[in-house]
C-alpha cells in the first residue's frame, strides 16, 4: 500500500477522495475500484463546506432585489401596508433562514426572511423540499390506482383527495354513483375535516404556547381515526373512495360510533374554546396577527378557513356543490378581522357544522349499494368469478389494464379541510390519465405568507405560519 | 355566442374572436396568447376577482403542443370560468398574467419548472420545485418516467 493512512482497519482499501488525485497516481489494481464505486467509508471523505448547504441558487433572497420582487416579498402588490423602508438603513437588515428543518413549520417549508431588529421586513417562501413528482406519477397509473397516489398528497384530509379525484373521473365516465355511496363520501370526508382541524388546534395552539392543547386536540382526533382504522383499515392514505363509489360499506354500529365522535368532539371543542379564545395571553398572540385582506385573498386564490375569516363566504360545498351536500343543512361560518384569531373561531365552528352534517347523515342515509352497478369501473361480484370465465376476465381485465375512460377533460373541486382542492383531469381515452393537475391549497396559502407576516414580529411568525395550517405534502405534491 | 356565461356580455362583445364552450358544465374559453392580459383584465373587471388556479398541459403531438389552462371564480354569481391559451411548442412562450392575478406567480413558476412553458414580464421566473440544477422540464411527456437519475446538487461535488 502506498498510502496507508488510506487503510482502514480490515484490510479494506479505502478509496482516494483526495481532490486532485487522477487515476494515474492510482495502481492499476485499484483503478476500477476508485471510478466504478462511490464508496463511502467514515474519515476519508474531503471536508465539505457548510455554506454550500444552504444556497438556494435562484431562489435565494438577496439583498438587492428588482422593484418588482420586492414588492412580492413585502406582499405590498395588492395592498400597500408596507411600514418598513423608511427610517431602517440597510446596515440593520439581515436575511436569516427558517427551516427547513424548523419544528414550526409543519414540515419542510422554508422561509428567508429580512430582519430589521426583530421587525420582518420582508419574505420569500422556498418550497420544494418534498417534490415527489405525483403529478407525472399519477400518468403512469389507471385511473383504478390513481386514488392510491392522491390520497398521499394531502396527507391530513387524504379523503378529500380521493374524492376530488374519484369525482372528476366520474365527471369524464358521466357515471352515477348510489345515494348511499354518496352520503357514505359525505360521511367520511366530514368526518376526515374535524379530524384535520383537531390536529390543527393541537399544534398550532402547540406552537403558540398552549401545550396542553397537544395532548387534547391529539386525543380527541384519536377517536375519529379509531372510526377510519375499523371503516378503511388504515389510519390515514385509506385509498377508501373510488371511481364508482367508495371500497367498502360502513362496519356494523357505525351510527354509535360516529355519534360517540359527536359528543367526544363537541365537548373538546368547547374546552379549547374556554381554554383558548378567552384566555388573554392567546388573544395578546393572536389578535391582528398575520392579517389577510378580503382582497389579498380573492388575488391570491386563498381558500377555505384563511379566506373565511377574512369575510369571504367561498365554501366550495355550498357555492359548487358535490356528492350531494345540497341535501344538508350547514352554515358557512365567517369572521371579519382576518387574523390568526378569527381562524381560530372560524374552524371551531367548522367543526361544529360538520358534526351538523354527521347527524343529517346518520338520520338520512339511504340503504343501497355503497358503489355503482356499472360493470365499466365495477369489477363483478365474487360470487359470479367461480361460475362464469367472462366475469372472471372482466375482474382481471379491471385489475390488470384498468378501464378506459372517454377523452376530454374536467376541473372538479372539492372543500377540503384546508380550503378548495381542485384537480384538473384531462384522459386521452385510455386508462391512464393523461395529465392530472392538483391545485392544493396550501399551494395558494404559502405564496401568501409574505402579505401576512411584514411588518410583524419574528415571534409571529409561527402563529400567523400555523394558522394558514399548510401541508407540505399538499404544496410540494 | 350562447356558450359564454351571461356575466361575461361586455367581454364576449370586445373579444369577438373568442370562443366560448360548455365543457361537461364547465365555461371554458379559448384564447389567441397575444390576447390572454387583455381578456383576464376584462373578465376580472365583469366579476371573477377570485384567481384559483393556472396550469399546463403537455398534448406532445398536437398543435398548439401546450394548453396553458387558467381557472377564475366569480362570487357574485358563484360561476366558474376555465381560460384555456394555446402555447405553441417551438416557441413555448405566453405572456404572465401575474399583472391581473398577482397569485400566479408561483403557478407561473410551477408550470415553467414542470413543463418549460416561460411566461414574458414575470418578475422571478426561476424553478419552484425542482433544484436549480435540474435539467428538463419533468411533466413534458417525452421525458419517460425514471429515465432521470437522481440529481442531488452535491452528489459530485463530495469527492
Known amino acids: 500500500m502506498s498510502k496507508p493512512s488510506d487503510t482502514v482497519p480490515g484490510d479494506l482499501e479505502a478509496p482516494d477522495f483526495n481532490e486532485g488525485a487522477s487515476p494515474a497516481d492510482l495502481e492499476p489494481a485499484t483503478d476500477d475500484r476508485h471510478t466504478v464505486h462511490d464508496l463511502w467509508l467514515s474519515g476519508t471523505e474531503a471536508p465539505r463546506q457548510l455554506g454550500s448547504f444552504t444556497h438556494e441558487g435562484a431562489q435565494e433572497m438577496l439583498h438587492e432585489e428588482s422593484d418588482q420582487i420586492l414588492s412580492s416579498q413585502r406582499g405590498t402588490i395588492v395592498e400597500d401596508d408596507f411600514e418598513g423602508a423608511a427610517g431602517s438603513g440597510d446596515d440593520e437588515l439581515q436575511i436569516i433562514n427558517m427551516g427547513p428543518q424548523h419544528p414550526a413549520t409543519h414540515g419542510v417549508l422554508r422561509l428567508h426572511i429580512e430582519l430589521d431588529g426583530e421587525t420582518i421586513r420582508r419574505v420569500k417562501p422556498i418550497i420544494g423540499y418534498l417534490h415527489t413528482g405525483m403529478e407525472k406519477t399519477a400518468e403512469a397509473l389507471t385511473f383504478m390506482q390513481g386514488s392510491t397516489n392522491v390520497t398521499r398528497m394531502d396527507y391530513l384530509s387524504p379523503l378529500h383527495n380521493e374524492l376530488c379525484f374519484s369525482l372528476a373521473v366520474e365527471k369524464l365516465l358521466e357515471v352515477e354513483v348510489p345515494p348511499r355511496a354518496q352520503a357514505i363520501r359525505v360521511l367520511m370526508s366530514e368526518l376526515n375535516r374535524i379530524a384535520s382541524h383537531l390536529l390543527w388546534s393541537a399544534t398550532s395552539g402547540f406552537d403558540i404556547g398552549a401545550l396542553s392543547m397537544m395532548i387534547y386536540g391529539l386525543r380527541e382526533r384519536e377517536s375519529v381515526l379509531e372510526f377510519f382504522e375499523k371503516t378503511t383499515g388504515l389510519r390515514m392514505n385509506h385509498n377508501f373512495i373510488r371511481p364508482g363509489g367508495v371500497a367498502a360499506d360502513l362496519p356494523p354500529g357505525w351510527q354509535g360510533d360516529v355519534m360517540g365522535i359527536i359528543e367526544t368532539v363537541t365537548a373538546g371543542v368547547a374546552d379549547f374554546e374556554t381554554l383558548l379564545l378567552g384566555n388573554p395571553i392567546f388573544i395578546e398572540r393572536t389578535e391582528g396577527i398575520g392579517i389577510l385582506t378580503r382582497e389579498e385573498c380573492l388575488a391570491y386564490g386563498v381558500t377555505g378557513p384563511l379566506a373565511r375569516a377574512s369575510g369571504i363566504d367561498y365554501d366550495v360545498r355550498k357555492v359548487f356543490p358535490y356528492s350531494g351536500f345540497e341535501q344538508y343543512e350547514f352554515e358557512v361560518p365567517t369572521a371579519s378581522n382576518g387574523d390568526v384569531y378569527d381562524r381560530f373561531v372560524v374552524r371551531f365552528e367548522e367543526m361544529r357544522q360538520s358534526m351538523r352534517i354527521l347527524e343529517q347523515v346518520v338520520e338520512t342515509i339511504p340503504a343501497g349499494d355503497y358503489r355503482t352497478e356499472n360493470r365499466k369501473v365495477t369489477p363483478p361480484p365474487r360470487a359470479r368469478i367461480d361460475e362464469s370465465m367472462e366475469a372472471l376476465i372482466h375482474h382481471f381485465k379491471i385489475f390488470t389494464e384498468g378501464f378506459r375512460v372517454p377523452a376530454g377533460e374536467t376541473y372538479q373541486a372539492v372543500e377540503s379541510s384546508r380550503g378548495e382542492l381542485g384537480m384538473y383531469l384531462v384522459s386521452d381515452g385510455g386508462p391512464k390519465p393523461w395529465r392530472l393537475h392538483v391545485r392544493g391549497p396550501s399551494f395558494a396559502h404559502v405564496q401568501a405568507l409574505p402579505m401576512m407576516l411584514t411588518d410583524s414580529l419574528i415571534a409571529d411568525t409561527v402563529a400567523a405560519l400555523a394558522s394558514a395550517d399548510p401541508v407540505m405534502g399538499d404544496v410540494d405534491r | ?159
Open chain 2, 1 to 159: 355566442m350562447t356558450a359564454a356565461p351571461a356575466n361575461l356580455a361586455a367581454t364576449v362583445e370586445a373579444f369577438s374572436h373568442v370562443e366560448f364552450d360548455r365543457v361537461l358544465g364547465d365555461s371554458v374559453a379559448r384564447v389567441p396568447r397575444e390576447d390572454v392580459v387583455g381578456f383576464l383584465e376584462s373578465v376580472r373587471a365583469a366579476g371573477y376577482e377570485m384567481f384559483i388556479d393556472l396550469c399546463a398541459v403537455d398534448y406532445l403531438v398536437r398543435d398548439p403542443r401546450f394548453d396553458v389552462v387558467i381557472n377564475v371564480v366569480a362570487l357574485a354569481d358563484s360561476s366558474r370560468l376555465r381560460v384555456i391559451v394555446g402555447v405553441p411548442g417551438p416557441d413555448s412562450t405566453m405572456p404572465t398574467i401575474t399583472s391581473v392575478y398577482p397569485g400566479a406567480d408561483f403557478y407561473e413558476r410551477e408550470a415553467f419548472d414542470l413543463l418549460g412553458v416561460s411566461f414574458e414580464g414575470h418578475p422571478d421566473l426561476t424553478r419552484i420545485l425542482l433544484p436549480d440544477e435540474w435539467e428538463g422540464h419533468p411533466l413534458r411527456k417525452e421525458i419517460a418516467i425514471g429515465s432521470v437519475p437522481v440529481q442531488f446538487k452535491e452528489a459530485n461535488k463530495a469527492q
